[in-house]
């Protein structure tokens, strides 16, 4: 039982480089996101998607992109890496609206 | 805006010692809060969904309460494998859409043999 998986768990980027983080879910849920985690603060929406082909901004959407061409799939694509977005990045699904949001382990992306 | 806030930040408490995390929120239409833990380079793990005040829901040594302000996260004898963050988070109308959870910043709690 795989549920959210992510990769790569860890990266580092230059500044200026782009690259992406990669989400799959065999739960088969149409609800998926991307969240960032910084110290001392608390996860921060970045996009979801409320199922293939449907993308929109969550609360920190700025320097980032994603496409959902399939239930199963949502990455995440950062262009022009910047050292603010040195975070911890979770991707996440859920079936429903109101259900239950499952998280994936989490990729630690340092920009330097 | 819809704003929730944990306390205390961190906590430490003796092995058996019981305690409360509080999650206080202040949101335009609660939809449901979510209790999740969260250990040291893990994802947010899913421990309980509350819907309406008045509603409590246990699950081993722990259990949660919500009221029409605030969850409690009630911890009944810990044991050193309780040690993790936790984090509460709501989900709200005020998007309009799957806009997804709004998290507090999390109560480190450390149980100590």
């Known amino acids: 039982n795989a549920g959210v998986t992510q990769t790569p768990k860890f990266r580092i980027l230059k500044i200026g480089q782009s690259m992406t983080l990669q989400c799959t879910q065999d739960?088969?849920?149409?609800?998926m996101y991307w969240y960032r985690q910084d110290p001392g603060m608390g996860l921060k929406l970045i996009y979801y998607?409320?199922?293939?082909?449907?993308?929109d901004k969550g609360e920190v959407p700025n320097g980032y992109n994603v496409s959902r061409s399939t239930t199963e799939d949502f990455p995440l694509r950062l262009e022009l890496a910047a050292p603010s977005q040195t975070s911890v990045y979770f991707c996440?699904?859920?079936?429903?609206?109101?259900?239950?949001?499952?998280f994936g382990e989490g990729s630690w992306l340092t920009v330097v | 805006e819809d704003q929730v806030t944990q306390s205390p930040e961190a906590l430490r408490l003796q092995e058996g010692e019981s305690s409360s995390l509080n999650c206080s929120y202040t949101v335009s239409g609660l939809r449901g809060l979510f209790w999740y833990r969260q250990d040291p380079g893990k994802g947010p793990e899913f421990l309980f969904t509350?819907?309406?005040a008045g509603e409590e829901k246990e699950k081993e040594r722990l259990k949660a309460t919500l009221t029409k302000k605030e969850s409690f996260l009630h911890i009944t004898a810990p044991k050193p494998e309780d040690s993790a963050t936790y984090l509460c988070a709501v989900l709200t109308y005020s998007g309009g859409g799957a806009d997804g959870l709004t998290f507090g910043k999390g109560t480190h709690l450390i149980i100590q043999p």
């Open positions: 998607s409320v199922g293939a082909g449907i993308t």
């Open positions: 509350l819907y309406s």
């Open positions: 996440a699904s859920s079936r429903l609206e109101e259900g239950t949001i499952y």
């Open positions: 739960m088969n849920h149409n609800y």
